[in-house]
């Protein structure tokens, strides 16, 4: 039967993203929200490379995105060590011959209250989830400003805008992200680089499932029942927004933060 109005069919059209033998790292792809990324980027043709802490769980990382045909790179690397973390950016730069995409992202800092925190503990949460993003765009920025359409996404948090109060140390050190994101839009004024900062709320990754599972079920379903959209996120639906951010079609998105959460935090 013919559409009417000339539209066409479902799946009959496919957005092309331009992302073909583009080069993405992405860090703490061995799991959660990087791992679904850095399938995401695979299945649109991206060439990958990715790190993770556990060599073991980078390898299982490796063999299932290898299992889509994707072309991968890997590097057990501590993105905390700003010296490991240039080594991966220099290998993946030589294997590759350059680099396309960026996505910064770092594990997570300890929960509670404010008032339970110390100088200390601030001071460690800014170099386990700040310093790391900051380090690997610093590294990586001569090789994405060779490249026609660079690319930098750095994952935050939905805490840099809707704090819940045990998130202080997460939202304190995660919200530096945006005035540095706004800076480097700046200086790269003129250039092919687009920076964003991705804000993403709780999503169903391992670590969430297993909470729903223990004792925090009942904190993970009242956080469902929250969510206007009346669930966690899918860690794929995150991955489709960084990936149309990573593509060609995203060349006038930049210096914006994106908060992935189901209307949780809404703002309009």
């Known amino acids: 039967m013919a559409v009417s109005n000339g539209a066409k069919k479902r799946g009959d059209a496919k957005m092309d993203l ?59 690397t501590d993105v905390t060590d700003c010296e490991d973390a240039a080594a991966w950016v220099a290998e993946t730069a030589e294997h590759f011959r350059g680099i396309d995409i960026l996505v910064t992202n770092c594990g997570g800092v300890a929960a509670g209250p404010p008032s339970a925190m110390t100088p200390k503990d601030f001071d460690d949460a800014f170099d386990r989830v700040l310093l790391p993003s900051i380090n690997l765009v610093t590294a990586a920025l001569p090789y994405l400003r060779s490249s026609r359409a660079g690319r930098i996404l750095m994952l935050a ?77 899918d860690p794929s639906e995150f991955a489709a927004v960084a990936a149309f951010l990573a593509s060609v079609r995203a060349a006038y998105v930049s210096g914006a933060l994106i908060v992935i959460d189901g209307g949780l935090s809404a703002t309009v």
């Open 18 to 76: 331009g992302l073909d033998g583009k080069v993405a790292m992405v860090a703490a792809a061995s799991s959660g929200l990087g791992l679904a990324t850095a399938e995401e980027l695979a299945n649109e043709g991206c060439r990958l490379s990715i790190c993770g802490r556990d060599p073991e769980r980078l390898k299982r990382a490796v063999d299932r995105l290898r299992s889509t045909g994707a072309e991968v790179l890997a590097r057990a």
């Open 157 to 233: 948090s939905e805490a840099i805008v809707r704090t819940p109060v045990h998130f202080a140390l997460s939202g304190v050190a995660r919200a530096g992200l945006v005035p540095y994101c706004h800076t480097l839009v700046q200086e790269l004024s003129g250039e092919s680089i687009t920076v964003n900062v991705l804000a993403p709320g709780a999503h169903s990754t391992a670590i969430h499932e297993a909470n729903r599972l223990g004792d925090h079920a009942e904190a993970i379903r009242a956080l469902e029942d929250r969510t206007p959209v009346r669930r966690l996120g």
